[in-house]
């Protein structure tokens, strides 16, 4: 074969890969590679339905900004190797069992800023290496929280192996234990910018495991065996961002709480993660007396320092206006004499030397 037929070959053969690979990635969507990753560009393309098509190399999807609904039963079995997949900024309504089936790697799910007003409980049963979850800004979760706890759902999600929740600017309103009880693996919840009043005990009971919950922007009632003014002002202070070195409440306000939980649940709460602290918990400071006190410590000290210096000017002056030796004695007369002759002043100079330090004394006074 010539090089000329080899060259040939060879652009056909690429040529043919290229195409190949253009009908593989999904109609409308871009195909590329991210740190070395395969991945679908598929953002703001109107789609109304997950991509039919695909192939089983991509780790990666973007379905964001899109105008998907509903998810049916193997909605993404043509990406079988998805392992990060982005739904958010959608109008997805309903979460049913199966909707991942064939896409059971998937360990990143993003379903923020939708409209979900049902999520079974079991959706994620499909992907047993889920990871993170974002429902964050579904105006809705906080309804579906609310008449889930009217049944006494046991479980809000079921995923053993999901290890970041993230609840933010759901509209919930209650904090009730369901949902983290069918996550154990679970290390990190954000529930914050809710609507939560209050924090049950057997809710903090729930959360023992946690490394990191995030509570901030929540209107908290800090009220009862469990809040008084200083978890109050734990909160809102320190943005109630807790890890595993905090807790909810100081040793004494804990003894008060305990009385309220079962023995089961007083042995769960001895192994929580968020009770290890150092005690005593952090006191509010008294901020208005010590500003007042602060500033009243700097007017006295002012206060010192220009008594301080009258008293010097006063002494200055009094030692200038020590009476001199009597005008009789020779030593009086020396001095005067030398006096004129250096400074050219008359007789009456200790007299003016007076009047100035008295004119001083009184512009002072």
């Given at each position: 074969?010539?090089?000329?037929?080899?060259v040939?070959?060879l652009?056909?053969?690429?040529?043919?890969?290229?195409?190949?690979?253009?009908?593989?990635?999904?109609?409308?969507?871009?195909?590329?590679?991210?740190?070395?990753?395969?991945?679908?560009?598929?953002?703001?393309?109107?789609?109304?339905?997950?991509?039919?098509?695909?192939?089983?190399?991509?780790?990666?999807?973007?379905?964001?900004?899109?105008?998907?609904?509903?998810?049916?039963?193997?909605?993404?079995?043509?990406?079988?190797?998805?392992?990060?997949?982005?739904?958010?900024?959608?109008?997805?309504?309903?979460?049913?069992d199966?909707?991942?089936?064939?896409?059971?790697r998937?360990?990143?799910?993003?379903?923020?800023?939708?409209?979900l007003v049902?999520?079974?409980p079991?959706?994620?049963?499909?992907?047993?290496?889920?990871?993170?979850?974002?429902?964050?800004?579904?105006?809705?979760?906080?309804?579906?929280?609310?008449?889930?706890?009217?049944?006494?759902?046991?479980?809000?999600?079921?995923?053993?192996?999901?290890r970041?929740?993230?609840?933010?600017?759901c509209?919930?309103?209650?904090?009730?234990?369901?949902?983290?009880?069918?996550?154990?693996?679970?290390?990190?919840?954000?529930?914050?910018?809710?609507?939560?009043?209050?924090?049950?005990?057997?809710?903090i009971?729930?959360?023992?495991r946690?490394?990191?919950i995030n509570?901030?922007?929540?209107?908290?009632?800090?009220?009862?065996?469990?809040?008084?003014?200083?978890?109050?002002?734990?909160?809102?202070?320190?943005?109630?961002?807790?890890?595993?070195?905090?807790t909810?409440?100081?040793?004494?306000?804990?003894?008060?709480?305990?009385?309220?939980?079962?023995?089961?649940?007083?042995?769960?709460?001895?192994?929580?993660?968020?009770?290890?602290?150092?005690?005593?918990?952090?006191?509010e400071?008294?901020?208005?007396?010590?500003?007042y006190?602060?500033?009243?410590?700097?007017?006295?000290?002012?206060?010192?320092?220009?008594?301080?210096?009258?008293?010097?000017?006063?002494?200055?002056?009094?030692?200038?206006?020590?009476?001199?030796?009597?005008?009789?004695?020779p030593?009086?007369?020396?001095?005067?004499?030398?006096?004129?002759?250096?400074?050219?002043?008359?007789?009456?100079?200790?007299?003016?030397?007076?009047?100035?330090?008295?004119?001083?004394?009184?512009?002072?006074?």
């Amino acid at each position: 074969m010539s090089a000329a037929a080899a060259v040939i070959s060879l652009v056909l053969l690429l040529g043919s890969v290229a195409q190949l690979a253009q009908a593989q990635c999904p109609l409308k969507c871009r195909c590329m590679a991210v740190s070395n990753k395969p991945y679908v560009d598929c953002q703001a393309r109107n789609f109304e339905k997950p991509p039919n098509t695909g192939d089983d190399t991509y780790l990666e999807m973007n379905l964001s900004r899109n105008r998907l609904k509903s998810l049916g039963s193997y909605s993404f079995e043509k990406f079988p190797q998805l392992l990060v997949l982005d739904l958010s900024y959608n109008f997805i309504v309903e979460l049913h069992d199966g909707v991942f089936k064939g896409a059971d790697r998937i360990e990143h799910l993003d379903l923020s800023n939708n409209s979900l007003v049902f999520v079974s409980p079991h959706f994620l049963e499909s992907c047993p290496g889920i990871q993170f979850l974002s429902l964050a800004r579904n105006e809705y979760i906080g309804k579906v929280m609310e008449k889930e706890n009217e049944e006494k759902v046991q479980n809000f999600l079921v995923a053993p192996s999901l290890r970041t929740l993230v609840l933010s600017d759901c509209q919930i309103t209650t904090f009730p234990p369901w949902i983290v009880s069918g996550l154990p693996g679970l290390s990190t919840l954000d529930i914050s910018n809710n609507k939560i009043k209050v924090l049950p005990v057997i809710s903090i009971v729930s959360v023992c495991r946690l490394i990191t919950i995030n509570l901030e922007r929540n209107p908290f009632n800090c009220e009862g065996a469990c809040a008084n003014a200083v978890t109050k002002n734990y909160f809102i202070e320190n943005k109630t961002k807790f890890d595993k070195n905090v807790t909810f409440c100081p040793r004494n306000v804990r003894q008060g709480c305990e009385l309220n939980i079962t023995r089961e649940e007083q042995e769960v709460r001895s192994k929580c993660l968020l009770t290890k602290i150092p005690d005593p918990l952090p006191r509010e400071q008294p901020r208005s007396l010590w500003v007042y006190i602060g500033g009243a410590s700097i007017a006295l000290v002012a206060l010192i320092f220009f008594a301080m210096v009258f008293n010097g000017l006063m002494s200055t002056c009094k030692r200038e206006t020590s009476p001199p030796p009597s005008p009789g004695s020779p030593h009086s007369r020396a001095v005067q004499m030398e006096l004129k002759e250096i400074l050219g002043r008359p007789d009456n100079v200790y007299k003016d030397d007076d009047d100035e330090c008295d004119s001083d004394n009184e512009h002072l006074v």
